[in-house]
Nanobody, 119 residues
Framework: QVQLVESGGGLVQPGDSLRLSCSAS????????MGWFRQAPGKERDKVAS????????YYADSVKGRFTISRDNAKNTVYLQMNSLKPEDTAVYYC????????????WGRGTQVTVSS
């Protein structure tokens, strides 16, 4: 099993920054793909960003390109999401997830951390 715990969410004003962290434990591997997803009230959960095990391959949703940066520290089994220039539409519960290199699906999820952007 894999356990994921997110932290770093909170209430911020438009234009502010936040850094989310996700600590992984259990049967993790440095070859795992790690991703951040978010779900706003009444909407589906969408992928925000993901990163390969080496960090060389990253993905960003169009809505966050240029504002968010995903990174990982394999030695600490931690993935980060640096969020800059936050907008009210970024308000959501943010989830960390892991996809094993042998799988097409993200099969392990954290419980999420709330990010609220409001003036």
């Amino acid at each position: 099993q894999v356990q994921l715990v997110e932290s770093g969410g909170g209430l911020v004003q438009p234009g502010d920054s936040l850094r989310l962290s996700c600590s992984a434990s259990g049967r993790t591997s440095s070859t795992d793909y790690m991703g951040w997803f978010r779900q706003a009230p009444g909407k589906e959960r969408d992928k925000v960003a993901s990163i390969s095990w080496s960090g060389s391959n990253t993905y960003y949703a169009d809505s966050v390109k240029g504002r968010f940066t995903i990174s990982r520290d394999n030695a600490k089994n931690t993935v980060y999401l640096q969020m800059n220039s936050l907008k009210p539409e970024d308000t959501a519960v943010y989830y960390c997830a892991i996809r094993k290199i042998t799988s097409r699906e993200y099969g392990y999820w954290g419980r999420g951390t709330q990010v609220t952007v409001s003036s």
